[in-house]
């Protein structure tokens, strides 16, 4: 394990590194808010859902389930078994952009809700899934860039994430993978 988070904090080292800007920081700090507890996810669900109606809105509730489970898992479960604390609090040469994040590293509640929206959204709304992973990537890469986590800790909870999604939507009906196929009826 000492090896391990040698080269985490290495990493961690290397992400605090990266060249910083005022537009950088706004763009990663947005990125951020939109991840914060998968909101951005649901809320794109839930809009697209209801403004495109039928089966759609039947099965976005699976994006909001899945983020939510991801969300009480992380948050209530991993990180107090876990108890890792964040970069900055261990190692003064971290630095933070924006605002402290406070509780426990890992695993990323960020990174953990994108990776399960993102997956959950891309099942509901194939044609977009690029859209859906690029969002679920910034808000990950955000984190590091902010100083808010050490890689494991993205790592850990884009895993997490993927799980819980793939956990609720295994079961997913037909039409969750698009319109419900409509049959033919024979001539009488």
């Known amino acids: 394990m000492g090896a391990l988070a040698a080269a985490d ?13 005022a537009a950088l920081d706004g763009l990663m700090l947005a990125a951020s808010g939109f ?3 998968g909101i951005g996810f649901v809320a794109l669900a839930v809009l697209i859902g209801l403004r495109r109606g039928g089966w759609r809105l039947m099965c976005a509730w699976r994006v909001v389930l899945a983020v ?3 969300v009480v898992l992380v948050d209530h479960v991993l990180k107090p078994l876990v108890g890792r604390p964040r ?3 261990t190692n003064p040469a971290s630095r933070i952009v924006g605002p402290t994040p406070q509780g426990l590293a890992f695993p990323s509640g960020h ?3 994108a990776v399960a929206g993102a997956y959950a959204c891309a099942l509901l709304w194939p044609r977009r899934r690029a859209v859906w992973w690029a969002l679920a990537g910034l808000i990950v890469l955000s984190r590091l860039y902010l100083g808010a986590h050490y ?4 790592i850990g909870g ?8 793939r956990f609720v939507t295994a079961r997913a009906p037909a039409q969750y993978h698009g319109p419900p196929a409509r049959r033919a009826v024979a001539p009488a």
Do not use: E, H, K, M
């Not at 904090?9 to 060249?19: E, V």
């Not at 890689?151 to 993205?154: A, E, M």
């Open 111 to 113: 990174a953990a809700a």
């Open 87 to 89: 970069p900055f609090t």
């Open 35 to 37: 991840g914060w507890r």
């Open 68 to 70: 939510a489970l991801t």
């Open 9 to 21: 904090a290495a990493l961690q080292a290397w992400c605090a590194s990266w060249p910083r800007s």
């Open 151 to 154: 890689p494991v800790d993205v």
């Open 158 to 165: 884009a895993v997490v994430g993927w799980a819980v999604a």
